[in-house]
Nanobody, 128 residues
Framework: QVHLVESGAGLVQAGGSLRLSCAASGRIFSIYAMSWFRQAPGGKEREFVATIDWRDGSTYYAESMKGRFTISSDNAKNTVYLQMNSLKSEDTGVYSC????????????????????WGQGTQVTVSS
């Protein structure tokens, strides 16, 4: 079992920055990749943000996030980060991290059902 805890929730003005953290505990060795997803207000579908391969550090981003968001990891701390810059009001939502316990290819990263573990989510609000 892997337990994920996000932190870094906040209210920020448009154009500002925020960094989210996701701390993993438990069977860390079973993790292949960790990703960030977000869900906008109003019950919209969860949207893929970015993935980092836990073993080689390679990254993959949703097209709309490239250039503004950066995913990174500190394996010594079992933590994944999401640095978000130039935030827009449409970035508002609940951001959740997820961990996969099976090997993934790039077509799997965006598929929520490929992830076995999820954090509880952290709220990001961007005011315009």
């Amino acid at each position: 079992q892997v337990h994920l805890v996000e932190s870094g929730a906040g209210l920020v003005q448009a154009g500002g920055s925020l960094r989210l953290s996701c701390a993993a505990s438990g069977r860390i060795f079973s993790i292949y990749a960790m990703s960030w997803f977000r869900q906008a207000p109003g019950g919209k579908e969860r949207e893929f943000v970015a993935t980092i391969d836990w073993r080689d550090g390679s990254t993959y981003y949703a097209e709309s996030m490239k250039g503004r968001f950066t995913i990174s990891s500190d394996n010594a701390k079992n933590t994944v980060y999401l640095q978000m810059n130039s935030l827009k009001s449409e970035d508002t939502g609940v951001y959740s991290c997820a961990a996969a316990r099976s090997p993934m290819n790039r077509w799997d990263y965006e598929r929520t059902w490929k992830y076995a573990y999820w954090g509880q989510g952290t709220q990001v609000t961007v005011s315009s």
